[in-house]
RNA sequence: UGCCCGAUAGUGUAAUGGUAGCACCCCGGUUUUUGGUACCGUUAGUCUAGGUUCGAGUCCUAGUCGGGUAACCA
């Protein structure tokens, strides 16, 4: 028990049962557990905390973690999908080796239930309307009524149920419904409907079923199919639990345990599917993997790694409160990851002109830097250093505050792998704008160091006006600037409440190095942020997706009235 | 309005009935050729009222607040 370095190791709720379950020597000691996608959209970020839950707590259990497509509805559902969540799932780093399943798999297995649930008098068909149902249903407060189909014979059942197979009705002229208790508090047992009628193509059935079965009716069935032992799923199954549990002690089969856990809500972050949806129907975003979009995609494309992804979920922890994470956590490991891996580049994203007075005209050098100083073995590359250069707007500054640790008129500052350099003139358009500094460089500074042990308080990056190559940048922020994301007041429509300025294009000036880069590949522009080269890009014409910011010290002075 | 679930620093999350801890954010400092990273530090918490107990964040009762829930969706 005392184990020496014993950390204080902290286990979740869920995971504190699977190990009672352990130790009790429950399921044998075995842990399965799954992960089942409806294939009707794109997996998001909330997905992912479920996909880290199941698969990771299969893998610490020496167990399996399914992954079973909840293919139920016909209308919804596509194939396209079902593509996309095996990517996402993948790129999450998760493997379901030979364990790929489809509750559709199970449509044989779940008639023959639903026979055995008839001839058990626990089942019978319904020809109320949908609005009929609803009715008889009653409400929170108001007693439900028995259907008057409920107590046709077992015989009438079978033979009605078996007709509804063979396509002798239309669409919602019919249903299978569980024979339960119409004054349940619990809405679900209110004789739950375990088969709709409906005449449609589905993607893997095809045409042979005109019947098709519901979520609870499904999926504790194919839980128990699969000798799953934990059936983790999000709180809003709570008042399912009873359903699920009176269908599989009904039926005489293995009982997994559903367990419910808060889903993910993280700040600034949509994870409504339906909004969602409007959001890329809407053409608000170019596309589901649009760099802003809170999809698996969008996050892949946009740049976040995989393990940061991960490390987030990880720590966003496991219980029944339903709270709102800061979406600064997400970021906090994205920059971790992209820290220790990406390599450093400089780019100028606001370029202002910069004529070293005293450099050659017609001559350039080249300065060497490192790829990135976490990491000693990703080397050293050059980059070419002239006359002209480009810096940076915000790191010049007229009658800059002391605070102010880069370039003003009459100071020093450092280019960052480079020299000293100090502002002389300031040139102006006839607007008064800015457009180019006239400078001075020290030569003798070429280690970043002067031999008269002068100081400067600031380093910049630069890139030689000459050698630099243009690159698109897309600067992006959330799309919605509420934290609660796409609520809005009373009366206003959600899409009011987007952030209008989400995506600012910039047409930056980049180190030559990064002709060439890799699409997906991950750079820290320095002082900037961390950035990675888009779909977009091709050979002749550089794209980079913003990921994160660097985090900034530097509060910028206050604006004078 | 019924039923179910929940409530610990600003946020998220720990604590066999026995010293309320950790992380993020914020703020401050040290180091630094990135106002980054790393390191150090400051601020700040058990929803309320009763009860059980030597002792309650934890157990009980009531209340308050928050979430879910009435599809032939999942």
Same mark, same amino acid.
């Given at each position: 028990m005392n184990t020496p370095e014993s950390e204080p190791e902290h286990v979740d709720f869920i995971r504190k049962i699977i190990n009672d379950d352990i130790s009790s020597g429950k399921n044998d000691g075995k842990v399965v557990t799954r992960f089942p996608p409806e294939p009707n959209g794109y997996l998001h970020i909330g997905h992912a905390k479920s996909i880290c839950l199941n698969f990771g707590i299969a893998a610490e259990n020496n167990g399996v973690c399914h992954l079973r497509?909840?293919?139920?509805?016909?209308?919804?559902?596509d194939t396209e999908y079902v593509e996309s969540i095996m990517d996402d799932v993948r790129w999450l780093g998760f493997d379901w080796g030979s364990n790929l399943f489809y509750a559709s798999d199970y449509f044989e297995q779940l008639y023959d239930w639903a026979v055995q649930l008839i001839k058990a008098g626990k089942a019978y068909v319904c020809d109320l309307t949908f609005d009929e149902v609803r009715e008889y249903r009653?409400?929170?407060n108001k007693e439900g009524k028995d259907s008057p189909?409920?107590?046709?014979s077992v015989e009438e059942n079978l033979d009605l149920f078996a007709r509804m197979r063979a396509g002798e009705f239309k669409d919602g002229e019919k249903s299978l419904r569980a024979?339960?208790?119409?004054?349940?508090?619990?809405?679900?047992?209110?004789?739950?409907?375990m088969y709709r009628i409906r005449h449609q193509h589905h993607h893997?059935?095809?045409?042979?079923?005109c019947i098709y079965p519901n979520y609870d009716w499904a999926h504790g069935q194919s839980d128990s199919l699969e000798g799953i032992t934990h059936s983790i799923c999000t709180l809003e199954f709570e008042d399912h639990r009873p359903l699920y549990d009176w269908y599989v002690e009904s039926l005489g089969i293995h009982h997994p345990q559903q367990i419910e856990f808060a889903r993910l809500n993280v700040t600034h972050t949509l994870t409504s599917k339906r909004k969602l949806l409007q959001l890329v129907e809407g053409g608000?975003?170019?596309?589901?993997?649009?760099?802003?979009?809170?999809t698996i995609s969008g996050l892949r494309r946009r740049g976040y790694p995989a393990d940061a992804v991960r490390d987030f979920c990880a720590h966003t922890g496991v219980t029944k409160f339903n709270g709102m994470t800061e979406l600064a956590l997400l970021e906090l490991y994205v920059r971790g990851s992209l820290n220790k891996t990406a390599s450093r580049a400089m780019a100028i994203l606001d370029p202002l002109k910069v004529v070293i007075? &005293?450099? %050659?005209? @017609?001559e350039s050098e080249m300065r060497q830097a490192h &790829?990135? %100083?976490? @990491?000693?073995?990703a080397g050293i590359r050059e980059m070419p250093f002239g006359r002209e250069l480009y810096i940076e707007r915000a790191d010049f500054m007229e009658?800059?505050?002391?605070?102010?640790f880069r370039l003003t008129v009459g100071r020093e500052v450092r280019l960052k792998n480079a020299f000293f350099l100090k502002c002389n003139e300031v040139i102006k358009d006839d607007a008064g704008e800015i457009i180019e500094l006239r400078c001075t460089y020290d030569?003798?500074?070429?280690?970043?160091?002067a031999p008269d042990g002068r100081k400067v308080k600031g380093t910049i990056h630069w890139v030689s006006a000459k050698h630099a190559v243009d690159a698109e940048v897309r600067m992006y922020d959330v799309l919605?600037?509420?934290?609660?994301?796409g609520s809005a007041p009373?009366?206003?429509?959600?899409?009011?409440?987007?952030?209008?300025?989400s995506l600012i294009v910039k047409n930056a000036k980049v180190e030559?190095?990064?002709?060439g880069a890799e699409v997906g590949s991950s750079y820290q522009f320095e002082r900037t942020g961390y950035f990675c080269v888009d779909k977009d890009s091709s050979v002749d014409s550089l794209v980079f997706n913003q990921t994160v910011g660097l985090k900034s010290g530097y509060k910028p002075p206050e604006k004078k009235a």
């Open positions: 497509f909840d293919d139920t509805n016909p209308e919804k559902e009653g409400g929170w189909y409920r107590d046709r024979k339960i208790d119409m004054n349940s508090s619990n809405m679900n047992l209110r004789d739950p409907a893997r059935t095809g045409d042979t079923w608000h975003v170019s596309g589901w993997d649009d760099p802003r979009m809170p007075e &005293n450099y %050659p005209d @017609d &790829n990135n %100083p976490e @990491d000693e073995n009658d800059a505050p002391k605070k102010f030569p003798e500074t070429s280690g970043g160091k919605f600037p509420e934290e609660k994301a009373e009366g206003v429509d959600w899409l009011e409440t987007l952030n209008p300025s030559p190095s990064l002709v």
